[in-house]
């Protein structure tokens, strides 16, 4: 048994050497990610904490953003029922288009955030899922705060294998929203250059992020997920 999760955000960190990123070579790459449609951005802000690309929300709580940072390049997909794969062709090229304006030829760091909700088999209420199965102290233990609960989750960290330089962070939480659901979210961060010629590569470790979560993850609480 396991799941179909439902992703509901992604993010992406492309770390680089410091510098100072010019106004004017940013609105060049907004201007030729504007001629594409799938991956461009309507919107160009300077702020003091970055310079901004971003599309209007069509929904409440939707994020389409791109931040450029004095070291790093951020992009958010929230709430918009982005795939992998659209995420994925965003994170390369917009990558790709920025490295070569900005004349930046390595990345030092790369991190990946994927969201994702499920819905457990066997429990209509996810906090009696997690309290039960997961943390499990006992139905007594419970009573000690003598009063409801709220919210729970779990932090697990799993750090690289020999030969690897993926660690990925796991959080698994009700969701406030919907309290059938639960929020998993998963952080992969991988240390090692791509240079600019090789942002494709971006995509793989993407999608090692999102496979970890829709293997490993789910399969580990569908072992849980019984009557």
């Known amino acids: 048994m396991t799941y179909d999760p439902r992703t509901i955000a992604f993010a992406a960190e492309i770390l680089y050497p410091p510098q100072q990123v010019r106004a004017d070579l940013v609105q060049s790459v907004h201007n030729a990610l504007y001629r594409q449609p799938a991956i461009g951005y309507q919107n160009f802000q300077v702020a003091p904490d970055g310079i901004h690309l971003s599309n209007l929300p069509q929904a409440p709580g939707q994020v389409s953003l791109a931040t450029f940072s004095w070291d790093r390049l951020i992009l958010r997909e929230e709430l918009r029922g982005t795939s992998v794969e659209d995420f994925a062709t965003r994170v390369v090229n917009v990558t790709t288009a920025a490295f070569q304006t900005l004349g930046i030829t390595t990345s030092l760091v790369q991190q990946f955030v994927v ?70 979210e998963n952080t992969g961060s991988f240390a ?32 849980l997920d019984t009557p």
């Open 115 to 184: 969201r994702s909700l499920i819905a457990p088999r066997h429990y209509r209420d996810g906090r009696e899922f997690l309290s039960r199965r997961l943390v499990a102290p006992g139905t007594d233990a419970w009573q000690s705060f003598d009063r409801p609960l709220q919210s729970l989750g779990v932090r697990l960290v799993f750090p690289p294998q020999p030969g690897n330089r993926d660690t990925y962070h796991v959080r698994v939480e009700t969701w406030p929203q919907d309290q059938r659901s639960i929020w998993i």
């Open 192 to 223: 090692g250059p791509v240079t600019t010629t090789d942002t494709p590569q971006l995509a793989n470790l993407l999608d090692s992020t999102y496979r970890f979560v829709t293997g490993p993850v789910c399969n580990f609480l569908a072992t």
